[in-house]
């Protein structure tokens, strides 16, 4: 399982002082852009061949409020993969341990038109590092 650490920054938080739940998005694509680039699989190698990874759907359920300056970490893991969809499941914690957030993200190979790509006719080296992921977590 791979980890994403920061610090809540202040513009992240509303009014009652809690981050505001529009940056939850945001912090799960800052981890999973960590994840892949650490493994190798930087997005913008993969977009360097044409094809594009967009997020298909989202859902989170949030379990506790995170505020400015907490230190919150998110364990991601790909949880699928079929070789044109990818599935990611995230759980977000603060510096007590306690669960800020689950959740999980799709996506889908796609090509410059919006088409459907299978990795593996694209891009096989990178079809195999994704293959490897899926199953070695």
């Keep these: 399982?791979?980890?994403?650490?920061?610090?809540?920054?202040?513009y992240e938080t509303d009014k009652m002082g809690v981050v505001h739940h529009s940056n939850y998005a945001r912090w799960l694509?800052?981890?999973r852009t960590f994840y892949f680039n650490d493994t190798d699989l930087a997005y913008v190698e993969t977009e360097s061949?044409?094809?594009?990874c967009p997020l298909t759907d989202m859902s989170l359920k949030f379990k506790y409020f995170a505020r400015y300056g907490d230190?919150?970490?998110?364990?991601?893991?790909?949880?699928?993969y079929t070789g044109v969809r990818f599935r990611v499941y995230y759980t977000a914690v603060n510096q007590d341990g306690k669960v800020l957030f689950?959740?999980?993200?799709?996506?889908?190979?796609?090509?410059?038109?919006?088409?459907?790509?299978?990795l593996s006719r694209a891009i096989p080296h990178r079809h195999e590092l994704m293959k490897n992921l899926a199953v070695d977590e």
């Design 1 to 10: 399982m791979y980890e994403y650490s920061r610090l809540v920054h202040y």
């Design 29 to 31: 694509e800052e981890a």
């Design 49 to 52: 061949y044409g094809v594009f």
């Design 71 to 80: 230190r919150f970490t998110i364990r991601l893991k790909m949880s699928k």
């Design 102 to 118: 689950e959740g999980e993200t799709g996506h889908a190979f796609v090509n410059a038109n919006h088409k459907p790509v299978s």
